[in-house]
């Protein structure tokens, strides 16, 4: 159908209609996703074989549209099969629970579709973003700073390495790294994987993300909360060597970080107030919803935004009527950014600093309570005493018991942990990651953070995981 | 929920997530009630009075004014369910409405409600497409969308790809394939004792080329830039020229950068020919569609990306004239020998381990430099399935049909001038005040004309009735870019958009 000029005259969507999907599919979300997805009778997950799953959902996109009442069963059909992320009983990432004010700022976030590089568009933002950030740099301990939301905690590191490379060598951002002597990163073999990602993405190369003699150390990435065990670097004895050689300190505190909220926790995090640079994924402990996370830097001299600048002039013009320092799209490597501020600033207004220490001491206590619980029970056997909420353990069958030194021992003790998991899933009754580390074989890993969870939420868990494994 | 723990609580109380921390929705109905009354404001506010053409577009306020309206500050205790509520409403209200029918500032503009859905039911459900188990729905509609867009660019065998946060990141993924095809090694060694590699891009090309190059080390004097045209498209005999001068000087051009739909002329590189050239010299050639892919639903404008069947990657973002809600940016690889994942896997035990009870191939997680991954695909896989494939044809069509009308307008009013034809969306023109239009075409009329639309644009923004972008570019003074994408606007829209200018430049 060729659009003529006569087509032109009157808008082509009705909004009307398309306002009243809105109110019918936001009474299913609420239905399905939050109401049954929170609901401990119901299931954590609807598993299905990706081909059956395939044929369910319909995937083909077609010629024609539908109508409303088949968009509607999607809606449910797609809750149905989603993970149910925040049910009580949903442990398999860092993440669980879900915050009711966070997540009305992050439908209004959605509803309000705008990017965060200048104040033109995003007025509002920009000026919640600065708040927010400097919020959190005070929990660091940075009375000034600098900063912003990033899509994800690998992102934010990414950025740390790039601003302390661009610190040391300037000229590395217009000359590249061929001007350079070979940079080396230094980090523990428990840091997360997105050190090594980064390295290869910038072209340092992942070979140099280690020790290696004769070459330039410029950048020590330090980790407050390790993923699978949830360890805490020592910061100030690192910052000293940092300090002597004067290399850039980042923190990755993607999953630790929150801990700062806690006057009784904090502690894990002494001498974070030294470091150059922390990543920090409220997203995480704090439930504020994917994605949150931040990059926290102590530097007053721009350097974000000197390193990343590229002027461009279709959106950075220097003739505006306002001042122009509050378009802070240059400070980033990308050009659209979403708005994840909204969604921590709702949250923390709502609840502030004390319930979100609150929320924190919470998950210690649970974390306390489970290795507890498991000291007591007969089959599982803990990695090492926890210092965060990290709880890795085995589940070792009866019919392994005792036999440890028997020569085929964890080749069976692997095989444990992937039929657990398969059952779980399959009958949908809770979610827990496992994987294995080092040399050592597959072990579950639950990391309990949801405001959500109770008590009874963690019998059952043990219960649970006895009941699926006994047989083994 | 309109609760403040104050005290000291109990380890029982804090045992029990009836007492747990406000806020987070240990009492459903409570947490219920409270969403209900947020989404009904989002409703009222946010969607049917944003998109009013009898609402403003924006409600200007400095920033010292805003600082004091919003009370941004975050305390010690939490606030009542009424004073988030007003926060709620207070936020919107001084959002610039980037769904009105009047905002033509950026690429992206207009409400698509089929999007914003797919966006809160991705909210809701929370998750990050990392792997099978954890996103099963997402990971399959993620690889329907990008399938069915491999089929409208030509490419018949099939391909790879993810969605992205943003553009810019798609262009960067394209230059570290194209950069990991050339040596795999540099995965792992990095790339200081290699040659010089050399990006090229035309001068109207995205600045995030510019911003992959010093993030990912080749550094920004490694960028070529290749002259386009006065219509705004890369010249191909120069793009030869640059390739040459590379490999004269012992460097190694590897990676050649066509725009379909530059940023502000809206103009395409011609791809067959720029194709031609990467064939003969071997290099990795990427298209960034950001912009421009939404032609490729249409029969009647996908001319404009003709040869693109042809090309190693393509970025395109569907938050543009598709209109799905930020983010939605596709980046796709020509390519079925797991190159995306060779190039960017580094093997977490914790997520992607060998001996699950599914098949793993349909964990998507290590093909990106991401962890955690939003499911942005969904929000235009719903639109999709919701109007289908011609009517996303009708709705570009429509919008460059506006786009043409609009330029048509301009050529007959007095005081408006084209600084080119529109091939596209974009629509880029001088207003002249009338004390200006019988100044003769010298640099002092250059210098006054600069003037106008930045005077213009703060007026239009202080009254909120529209929003238009405005930059220089090259030599040429200050223009404003009219972008049309939303099947909202109407002819009365571009008419009210010339009158509202002039109504508000006439006496500069």
Redesign the interface.
């Known amino acids: 159908m060729e659009a003529t000029t006569g087509d032109l005259t009157d808008p082509l969507i009705n909004h009307a209609d398309g306002q009243l999907f809105l109110h019918e599919a936001f009474k299913i979300i609420v239905e399905e996703v939050l109401c049954k997805g929170t609901d401990v009778k119901e299931k954590v997950c609807e598993w299905r074989e990706p081909e059956e799953l395939a044929r369910l959902l319909d995937l083909e996109l077609r010629e024609k549209g539908e109508p409303q009442e088949n968009l509607l069963q999607r809606v449910r059909d797609v809750a149905k099969y989603s993970i149910k992320t925040s049910h009580p009983r949903f442990f398999n990432q860092q993440f669980a629970g879900v915050d009711y004010h966070s997540l009305a700022g992050r439908f209004l976030s959605e509803a309000l579709n705008t990017n965060l590089f200048t104040y033109e568009v995003a007025p509002v933002f920009v000026l919640m973003e600065a708040e927010v950030l400097r919020g959190l740099r005070e929990l660091v301990g940075w009375t000034e700073g600098d900063g912003l939301f990033c899509p994800g905690g690998s992102t934010s590191n990414m950025y740390a390495m790039n601003l302390a490379r661009y610190r040391l060598y300037p000229e590395v951002k217009s000359r590249g790294l061929w001007s350079l002597p070979q940079l080396t990163i230094f980090t523990s073999p428990e840091s997360h994987y997105s050190v090594k990602k980064g390295a290869a993405f910038m072209g340092f190369g992942m070979d140099n993300v280690i020790l290696v003699k004769g070459a330039a150390p410029f950048l020590v990435s330090c980790t407050s909360g390790t993923t699978v065990q949830g360890a805490f670097d020592p910061l100030h004895r690192i910052a000293d060597i940092c300090d002597k050689h004067k290399l850039w300190l980042h923190v990755d505190a993607a999953w630790g970080g929150s801990v700062l909220f806690s006057k009784k926790h904090r502690h894990l995090m002494k001498g974070v107030h030294r470091a150059n640079s922390v990543a920090w994924n409220p997203h995480k402990m704090l439930v504020a919803g994917l994605q949150c996370s931040v990059l926290l830097l102590k530097d007053t001299t721009d350097l974000l935004k000197k390193c990343h600048c590229a002027n461009a002039t279709y959106l950075f013009q220097q003739d505006k009527f306002y001042d122009v320092n509050l378009d802070v799209g240059d400070k980033s490597v990308q050009c659209s950014r979403k708005v994840d501020c909204l969604k921590l600033w709702v949250m923390w207004k709502a609840v502030g600093s004390a319930g979100l220490e609150q929320r924190v001491d919470k998950a210690f206590l649970h974390a306390r309570y489970v290795v507890d619980q498991m000291k007591k029970r007969e089959g599982f056997q803990l990695l090492r005493e926890p210092e965060f909420v990290n709880v890795c353990f085995w589940f070792i069958p009866p019919s392994l018991r005792g036999k440890e030194k028997n020569a085929d021992y964890q080749n069976r003790l692997a095989k444990v942990a992937p039929v657990i998991k398969e059952r779980m899933m399959k009958q949908g009754t809770m979610m827990v990651g496992y994987q294995p580390l080092g040399d050592r074989v597959n072990f579950f890993r639950i990391t309990i953070l949801s405001p959500l969870v109770s008590q009874k939420d963690m019998d059952f868990f043990l219960d649970e995981i006895e009941r699926l494994g006994n047989d083994l | 929920?309109d609760r403040?723990?104050n005290g000291q609580?109990t380890?029982e109380e804090?045992?029990?997530?009836e007492k747990?921390?406000?806020?987070?929705?240990?009492d459903?109905e409570a947490?219920?009630s409270?969403?209900?009354q947020?989404?009904e404001i989002?409703?009222q506010e946010?969607?049917?009075k944003?998109?009013n053409v009898k609402e403003k577009v924006?409600e200007?306020?400095?920033?010292e004014q805003?600082?004091e309206l919003?009370d941004?500050?975050?305390?010690?205790?939490?606030?009542s369910?009424s004073?988030?509520l007003q926060?709620?409403r207070?936020?919107?209200r001084?959002?610039?409405k980037?769904?009105h029918?009047r905002f033509f500032?950026?690429l992206?503009a207009?409400?698509?409600?089929?999007s914003?859905?797919a966006?809160?039911?991705t909210?809701?459900?929370?998750?990050?497409l990392y792997t099978?188990?954890?996103?099963?729905?997402?990971?399959?509609?993620e690889d329907?969308?990008l399938k069915?867009m491999m089929k409208l660019i030509g490419w018949e065998e099939g391909g790879d790809g993810l969605f992205n946060?943003?553009?810019?990141?798609s262009n960067?993924y394209a230059v570290?394939l194209a950069r990991y095809r050339y040596c795999p090694d540099?995965?792992?060694?990095?790339?200081?004792a290699?040659p010089?590699l050399v990006i090229l891009t035309s001068q109207e090309g995205?600045?995030?080329l510019?911003?992959a190059?010093?993030?990912?080390?080749?550094?920004?004097?490694?960028v070529y830039v290749v002259p386009s045209d006065n219509r705004g498209k890369m010249i191909p005999s120069k793009l030869e020229e640059k390739i040459q001068l590379a490999k004269s000087e012992g460097a190694v051009p590897f990676f050649v950068n066509a725009t379909a739909g530059t940023?502000?002329l809206g103009a395409f590189d011609p791809i067959d020919e720029i194709a031609d050239i990467c064939e003969k010299h071997n290099l990795w050639l990427h298209v960034d569609a950001c912009w421009g892919g939404g032609a490729l639903v249409s029969k009647?404008h996908r001319h404009l990306l003709k040869g693109i069947q042809r090309v190693n990657s393509v970025a395109w973002?569907l938050?543009k004239m598709l209109m799905a809600?930020?983010?939605c940016?596709a980046f796709l690889v020509r390519d079925k020998s797991c190159l995306l994942q060779r190039c960017?896997c580094?093997?977490?035990?914790?997520?992607f381990?060998q001996?699950?009870?599914?098949?793993v191939s349909?964990d998507t997680g290590d093909k990106s430099?991401?962890?955690?991954?939003?499911p942005d695909a969904?929000k235009f896989?719903?639109v999709?399935?919701?109007?289908?494939?011609?009517?996303l044809e009708?709705?570009v069509?429509?919008a460059?049909?506006?786009a043409r009308?609009l330029a048509q307008e301009i050529k007959k009013r007095e005081g408006f001038r084209l600084v080119i034809e529109p091939e596209f969306a974009n629509v880029c023109f001088w207003y002249i005040p009338p004390s200006l239009r019988n100044l003769p075409e010298s640099l002092e009329l250059w210098k006054k004309l600069?003037?106008v639309a930045?005077?213009v644009?703060?007026r239009m923004?202080k009254s909120g009735s529209m929003?238009i972008?405005?930059?220089?570019?090259g030599d040429k003074p200050?223009f404003f870019?009219m972008v049309v994408i939303?099947?909202?606007?109407?002819?009365?829209d571009l008419d009210f958009v010339l009158d509202e200018i002039h109504s508000l430049g006439k006496d500069l």
């Open positions: 929920m403040h723990m609580t380890v804090l045992m029990n997530p747990g921390s406000p806020g987070a929705g240990e459903m947490a219920e409270f969403i209900q947020a989404m989002i409703l946010a969607v049917k944003a998109t924006c200007w306020r400095s920033p805003l600082k919003l941004l500050e975050l305390k010690d205790t939490g606030e369910e004073k988030i926060c709620c207070d936020t919107i001084y959002s610039v980037t769904g029918p500032n950026q992206f207009g409400m698509e409600p089929h914003m859905v966006s809160f039911i909210e809701a459900i929370k998750t990050s099978y188990e954890m996103a099963p729905v997402f990971t399959l509609i329907a969308l069915t946060p943003g553009g810019s990141m960067m570290n540099f995965k792992e060694i990095g790339i200081y290699s010089r995205h600045y995030s510019a911003k190059a010093a993030l990912l080390g080749f550094g920004t004097k490694n940023t502000v009647k973002n938050h809600t930020l983010q940016s960017h580094a093997g977490a035990s914790y997520l381990q001996d699950k009870f599914y098949d349909y430099v991401q962890c955690s991954r939003k969904f896989w719903l999709w399935k919701a109007v289908g494939t011609r009517e009708y709705r069509d429509r460059l049909a506006l009308y600069h003037t930045p005077a644009k703060e923004m929003m972008g405005y930059q220089k570019h200050n870019r939303s099947p909202q606007v109407s002819r009365q």
